[in-house]
């Protein structure tokens, strides 16, 4: 069985975690996710984010910093057990294509960059074991961030522009 993780790690370690997410480098994510740690979200991001362990989560990191160059705020952190929520609010200028990936790992949208800034809640749930990272889930006001990006309500032109950034993306990821 394994030993219970005391929650004062578990609080530092999964804060740590999102804030490597925001700033970090590989060698950061290396020493506090687990080789088997699995991201929940990656359903819809980047074939690459899909794998487990260090390396998907730093693809996660590298595609959501070609999209946002952000911040991250931490509001509050929760401990039960080996289970941690950090609630978050990011803050953010959207400065690339925000592209959702199918279950396939196929471009399904794309939505062009605004230059509008954003500040988003979002809740974070980190699992730990032997002393690093092993799950990530995440909960999103995407419609909160939807609105403040211009994407909703949809104009003629931000369809027009979302329309032109799914065909480079297509183009570029040889699609």
Not at 148 to 156: E, H, R
Not at 160 to 174: D, T
Request: charged residues 25%; positive net charge; aromatic residues 6%.
């Amino acid at each position: 069985m394994e030993e219970p993780v005391p929650s004062d790690q578990v609080k530092s370690l999964d804060v740590r975690s999102i804030e490597i997410m925001a700033n970090g480098s590989r060698a950061d994510l290396d020493a506090v996710v687990h080789p088997d740690a699995f991201n929940r979200e990656s359903a819809t991001e980047p074939p690459r984010t899909r794998g487990r362990g260090p390396d998907a989560f730093y693809h996660r990191r590298m595609a959501a910093h070609r999209l946002l160059r952000t911040a991250v705020r931490i509001e509050d952190v929760v401990v039960e057990g080996n289970l941690a929520v950090v609630y978050t609010i990011m803050k953010g200028r959207h400065s690339g294509p925000f592209v959702v990936y199918d279950e396939r790992g196929s471009i399904d949208q794309v939505f062009a960059p605004t230059g509008r800034v954003l500040a988003v809640k979002q809740s974070h749930w980190l699992r730990v074991a032997d002393g690093r990272v092993v799950e990530h889930w995440a909960t999103r006001d995407d419609l909160g961030q939807a609105v403040q990006l211009g994407w909703v309500p949809p104009t003629p032109l931000s369809l027009v522009r979302n329309a032109w950034a799914k065909r480079a993306a297509r183009r570029a990821a040889g699609m």
